[in-house]
């Protein structure tokens, strides 16, 4: 099974109904394990992004691995990593209208490592 989402509501599709040529759309959540079908245009789904992906229910911040405060995470436009925008160092006062990438893969460092994020 899988989620998807047709403009309205939310939606289960049976994955061995799916295309072959569809199955690049599907990200599975590592943290969940549920499938979703990707059908947005704007992100191009890559292997930095499949690598540990979250769903919006299970994303946490990358620097403080905190789940609260998510309306004011940024999402990284490469890796869809979410951070905190008081955890960023320096903070960021506001949200960047037009995207925003972070500086490295930030899987693996927490908010004490020398990389300033």
């Known amino acids: 099974m899988y989620l998807y989402h ?3 509501a939310w939606k289960f599709g049976k994955v061995a109904d799916l295309k072959v040529d569809k199955f690049d759309n599907l990200l599975y959540c590592t943290t969940c394990g549920q499938h979703y079908y990707y059908t947005g245009a704007h992100v191009r789904i890559t292997a930095v992004i499949r690598a540990g992906w979250q ?3 299970c994303k946490w911040c990358q620097i403080c691995r905190q789940t609260n405060q998510d309306d004011r995470y940024l999402l990284c436009d490469v ?5 905190h ?3 960023l160092r320096p903070q960021m006062a506001s949200i960047p209208k037009n995207g925003w990438k972070c500086k490295v893969n930030t899987s693996f460092h927490r908010k004490n490592d020398p990389v300033q994020f």
């Open 55 to 57: 769903c919006q229910k």
């Open 6 to 8: 047709n403009g309205e």
């Open 85 to 87: 925008s008081h955890c």
């Open 79 to 83: 890796c869809d990593g979410a951070f």
